[in-house]
């Protein structure tokens, strides 16, 4: 199967010798006619050759896919067959032992080394333990026992103890544990569709073995996700913000399952109330030392609330006599001394944490370092584990120290230039000793500017380069490196690194996380620290291979965020959203998030129908032995695309697959739908899904048969009707919208149809024009305006275009190379791309205004690239959220999916970016290689049957992205021997590469 990159071999070979000598025995496994035999011959090393060997063996069971080689003393070979497995040695008589009919042996290995077990895996995830019963080195017998249910393997290895590692390209890789006691039914559970039900009361997914499979010895101890191979996805984006996630088709026979691939970091909601009005959230701990907070403090206007965890691990309300509660708090923290720390506008206070009583109290009017008059209050404050740093008006800075006896004393003070509008005083480095020698404050200058501590003198002032007033600023540690994070109103972050020793500031960057105000607040998870960045579009900052990276947090407009970690929730963070309070967990920090959703069989198309909010996915169900004539049982399941419940199916008939799907409304629309809506025939508003499929018939070559499949889905009662069906001369490969009509390739034909009136008040699918015949098979679709792309098989592209005011379909032009194409997406009006066989990418280009007819009817290549990759899917859409004022905003893009599980972007970038990043590659080739040194032209070379040619006009991101991990020394060496001139400085150069990573 070229889409899954599953197939069954049929033909193998082995070396009977455990090790390298002179002569070796080597067994092929020959098919003769409708037979197998099994042939031995032996190679002379010393001359490298090969000659015929003692003897054959004939009428080996048909269907012998593997040889197994049986070291010494056994020696000899087992043979793998369908139904029998056979044990051959010249030595020996034969010994061989039935196994399940039509079971399909896909991978083993050997338990001991002696060779008297081995672990077999069937096409259906079944674990077989084959032994080899043996006396004086004689084999006496075959013993075959079923372990239990794995994952579908295509590798597998004895590691030690019982463990297991089984690899798979179908589904997730694990590792297992063998026992020698059957394991109790809790350890067999396996999560299919069959086990929801089906709306239709047909068997859907159903195991590929019995029910009663017996005595389960398999224990998963692990399991490494896998995507592969992605047969088919569509990019949804239901927040209607612009960031899309992949629900991709993935998974073989009964490992199938649909993976939902976001960006991002997703909160696992654990209790949530209705709080309106919070201005400020912080945690505290009763010492300094426990590992769980005990109480969360709320501020809000003119009062300060308390929450706390009780005894039964439940969050009310509660006092702690020594805070203010009819002030609104600024800052509220536990220090290292196990005090209690509250700042309001009048006042710091002390209050200690065993009996909750006010200790020590400061305020502006009795600072010993520039003191206010006439009630000057407190505008800002930050803390360390022992000092306060607060700020009053006309630039006024205050550091006072936390000391062990439960004083506050003030140590330092200074007045700014400008109104301090904020500030943080985080330890940074490696010594700080929970003190910070530095502190960092944004002023109304637009400047950030770093103080030393404790006489808060100024060190280093950097220019923002704005009129926006920065909101925030941080110090932050990342994996040893110490980071000042600044930002902005209009959602703007700078960054600089930062030398902790020195307070010496270098590579300046900013990034726009949003366009509302940023307030950045530091948080735990999963022993790490980061950073939370509350704006329009909340963002988690964290570090990876010393770089600064930025994750979307999936919910919106996150305004305050601190860690809450308890007993009863554990590893989570208080969140305020509106005006509510929520506590969860946080999804691990990483660029993708991957969900399961296991369907128990195999999904192959995909769609969405927005108007119902469903997904519409077509499954086969695994087959009931690897028999050729078995090919499982077809349907199209209806899932709710935000919460992925099953709601509907609808069966497909016997020996009838499904080969395509869409939704669309018939007439109607807008835009280019809009333009030929008239001539539909019927302005009917409902929708459907469309499905295509083919009927497989013995000792067809092609499939002579299929039907167009109109299904109506009704969300009231869960329902799928089917309103009509057309049967059709061969497989439907593919169906598509188009101007209100539907589009669909039956073998090698483009057929387009509307829905028109019939007699008796009905509607029906008939043909709008005459199909047009394109080359071999018509595999792939693409539309825009009037133009129609097909990728064909073998033969390329054609480019069709319709003439509504005729009522046809013509060839305009097509790419004259044989190509075999897996994938196919329109870039724009003129540019096509697509994958082939040979996991090339190739774009294409039409010649409207080419001098001649001949010019103009070919299609022009004008880019060539080897991705590596068997690419299935080519769909628009993106993964990340991007913003409008982003140079690469506009820019479109695309998303691939392939067989091994491998997801990647297309980006169509302008003339001038193309230029630089070009030039900029053929640099970073010079400096970076790849894998055991390849060359990195070599690998980007457009290869296939045919042709080996230099990739051309496209950018390979990998490398370019790879420019941000080099020294800052080396990369400006690069930069420098690309545009010796300075058309681009180092910076610059960054820059545009950091923009060019934000696409994915």
């Known amino acids: 199967d070229t889409q899954t990159g599953y197939r069954l071999p049929h033909t193998a070979w082995s070396t009977g010798s455990s090790r390298l000598v002179a002569h070796a025995w080597v067994i092929p496994l020959y ?8 042939y031995y011959c032996c190679v002379c090393l010393p001359q490298q050759e090969l000659e015929d060997g003692p003897w054959f063996q004939g009428n080996i069971d048909a269907g012998s896919s593997k040889i197994i080689p049986v070291p010494s003393p056994l020696g000899g070979a087992i043979v793998i067959g369908e139904s029998v497995l056979t044990y051959f040695n010249t030595q020996q008589p034969m010994r061989s032992t039935q196994i399940k009919p039509n079971t399909a042996i896909q991978s083993w290995c050997s338990v001991d080394p002696d060779g008297s077990r081995y672990l077999l895996s069937d096409f259906a995830g079944g674990l077989h333990l084959l032994v080899l019963a043996h006396a004086d080195n004689r084999v006496a017998g075959l013993k075959v026992q079923t372990l239990g249910r794995t994952t579908s393997t295509s590798c597998m290895a004895y590691l030690d103890s019982g463990y297991v590692f089984l690899g798979s390209k179908g589904g997730d890789s694990q590792l297992i544990k063998l026992h020698a006691e059957p394991l109790p039914p809790a350890h067999t559970t396996n999560s299919s569709i069959a086990e929801e039900g089906t709306a239709d009361g047909a068997s859907a997914g159903a195991s590929p073995m019995p029910a009663d499979e017996g005595p389960n010895h398999v224990e998963v101890v692990e399991t490494a996700p896998s995507l592969a191979p992605i047969v088919d996805f569509v990019v949804m984006d239901l927040e209607r913000q612009g960031q899309g996630q992949m629900v991709a088709c993935c998974g073989v026979f009964q490992d ?6 976001r960006n991002g970091i997703g909160i696992h909601e654990a209790a949530a109330m209705e709080l309106p009005g919070i201005k400020g959230i912080w945690s505290l701990r009763r010492s300094w030392m426990d590992a769980y907070d005990s109480h969360l403090v709320l501020s809000f206007v003119g009062e300060t609330r308390l929450l706390a965890i009780s005894e039964e691990d439940v969050l009310d309300e509660a006092t702690i006599e ?56 407190i505008t800002l404050a930050a803390a360390s584990p022992c000092q306060v740093l607060v700020a009053g008006g006309g630039g006024r800075l205050w550091l006072l120290e936390v000391t062990e006896t439960g004083e506050l004393v003030e140590v330092g003070g200074t007045v700014m230039d400008a109104e301090v509008a904020c500030l943080d005083i985080t330890p940074v480095g490696p010594d700080h000793d929970n003190k910070s020698s530095l502190a960092v404050i944004g002023s109304w200058s637009m400047q950030v500017t770093l103080l030393s501590s404790p006489d808060l003198q100024p060190l280093v002032t950097e220019d923002l380069g704005s009129e926006i007033i920065p909101r925030s600023v941080a110090l932050a540690d990342f994996e040893g490196q110490a980071y000042v994070l600044c930002g902005l109103g209009d959602g703007q972050l700078h960054n ?12 300046h960057k900013k990034v726009v996380l949003g366009t509302k105000p940023i307030l950045l607040s530091a948080f735990s998870s999963q022993g790490q620290r980061h950073v939370f960045a509350a704006s329009d579009r909340p963002t988690i900052i964290y570090s990876n291979n010393k770089k600064l990276l930025y994750s979307n947090l999936n919910e919106n407009e996150v305004e305050y965020l601190c860690s809450f970690t308890t007993s009863s929730f554990p590893d989570s963070l208080a969140l305020v959203k509106g005006e509510q309070l929520s506590l969860g967990a946080i999804d691990g920090i990483q660029k993708l998030h991957i969900r399961t959703v296991p369907l128990g069989e195999q999904p192959r198309r995909i769609t969405q129908q927005p108007e119902t909010k469903t997904l519409g996915v077509m499954t086969i169900s695994a087959p009931a032995a690897a028999a050729a004539g078995d090919l499982g049982k077809g349907h199209l399941r209806i899932f709710s695309d935000t919460t992925f419940d099953l709601l509907a199916s609808y069966p497909l008939n016997h020996q009838e697959i499904p080969t395509a799907v869409a939704s669309m409304r018939f007439g109607g629309g807008s835009g280019d739908k809009a333009e030929s809506s008239a001539g539909s025939g019927s302005e009917d508003s409902s929708v459907f899904y469309i499905v295509g499929t083919a009927l497989i018939r013995p000792g067809e070559f092609e499939p002579s048969k299929g039907r167009i499949l109109l299904l109506s889905y009704n969300p009231t009662n869960s329902s799928l009707t089917l309103v009509e069906q057309l049967e059709v001369h061969g497989a439907v490969y593919n169906l598509c919208e188009f101007q209100g009509k539907l589009l ?5 034909k483009v057929h387009l149809y509307k829905w028109a009136a019939a007699a008796g008040g009905r509607q029906e699918l008939v043909s709008d024009c005459s199909p047009v015949s394109v080359q071999v098979l018509c595999l792939h679709l693409a539309v825009r305006g009037d133009f129609v792309v097909v990728g064909d098989l073998m033969n390329s592209i054609t480019l069709l275009v319709y003439k509504a005011a005729e009522g046809s379909l013509e060839i305009r032009a097509r790419d004259q190379e044989s190509k075999w194409l897996t994938a196919l997406a329109l870039l724009d009006d003129d540019t096509y791309a697509a994958a082939d066989n040979s996991c090339n990418l190739v774009a294409v280009r039409k010649n409207p205004d080419a001098a001649t007819d001949e010019e103009r009817a070919r299609l022009e290549v004008v880019g060539r690239f080897h991705t590596g990759e068997f690419i299935n899917r080519i769909r628009p859409g993106s993964l990340v959220m991007r913003l409008p004022d982003s140079e690469l905003g506009s820019v479109l893009t695309f998303l691939y999916g392939g067989v091994n599980g491998s997801v990647g972007l297309l980006a169509s970038l302008p003339r001038d970016w193309f230029e630089m990043l070009a030039a900029l590659q053929d640099g970073l080739k010079k400096v970076i290689y790849g894998v055991g040194g390849f060359d990195h032209e070599s690998w980007r070379r457009f290869k296939d049957e045919r042709r080996n040619e230099a990739a051309s006009n496209f950018i390979d991101g990998d490398l370019v992205e790879a420019f941000l991990d080099l020294p800052p020394e080396k990369a400006r060496e690069v930069v420098a021997s690309v545009w010796p001139g300075g058309e681009f400085s180092y910076e610059e150069v960054s820059r545009r590469v950091e923009e060019l990573q934000r696409l994915h």
């Not at 098919?31 to 099994?38: D, P, R, W």
Request: glycine letters at 6%; a negative charge.
């Open 31 to 38: 098919t003769v006619g409708h037979g197998y035999l099994l």
């Open 256 to 261: 199938g399952s649909l993976r939902v691939v």
């Open 322 to 377: 020594g805070f203010d509660s009819d002030s609104q708090t600024l800052l509220a923290a536990t220090t290292l001394h196990d005090q209690l720390l509250q700042v309001t506008s009048s006042a710091v206070r002390l209050v200690s944490a065993s009996s909750n009583s006010l200790l020590q109290q400061w305020s502006p009017s009795t600072a010993k370092h520039n003191p206010t008059t006439g009630g000057s209050s």
């Open 496 to 507: 600089w690194r930062l030398q902790p020793d020195t307070a010496a500031l270098s590579d």
């Open 744 to 748: 669909a390739t039956v073998n090698n």
